[in-house]
Nanobody, 119 residues
Framework: QVQLVESGGGLVQAGGSLRLSCAAS????????MGWYRQAPGKQRERVAA??????????NYLDSVKGRFTISRNNAQNTVYLQMNSLKPEDTAVYYC??????????WGQGTQVTVSS
């Protein structure tokens, strides 16, 4: 069973930065992509960023509202994916979830980590 463990959330003022980490219990090469999703109260879960696991650096994709502020990256040797979040805004406040797309085997999710941005 795949386990994803997130860390790095917290409370930060607007304009500040946080870095989220997601450690997988298996090699991330077993996934098609890994990504970060978020869900704010009363809203649907949305994908913030994703990265493919093949290749040297992978192909990335971002939600329009975070482009230029957030960066997703991975460390294959440590089976870890990161989300560097800069210039945070109050509207970024949400629970952030790590996701692993396992293709025909479905998706795995982390437990979530709270990010709160104060104005």
């Amino acid at each position: 069973q795949v386990q994803l463990v997130e860390s790095g959330g917290g409370l930060v003022q607007a304009g500040g930065s946080l870095r989220l980490s997601c450690a997988a219990s298996v090699s991330i090469f077993s996934f098609l992509t890994m990504g970060w999703y978020r869900q704010a109260p009363g809203k649907q879960r949305e994908r913030v960023a994703a990265i493919t696991t093949g290749g040297t650096s992978g192909t990335t994709n971002y939600l329009d509202s975070v482009k230029g502020r957030f960066t997703i990256s991975r460390n294959n040797a440590q089976n870890t994916v990161y989300l560097q979040m800069n210039s945070l805004k109050p509207e970024d406040t949400a629970v952030y979830y790590c996701n692993a797309d396992r293709g025909p085997f479905g998706n795995s999710w982390g437990q979530g980590t709270q990010v709160t941005v104060s104005s």
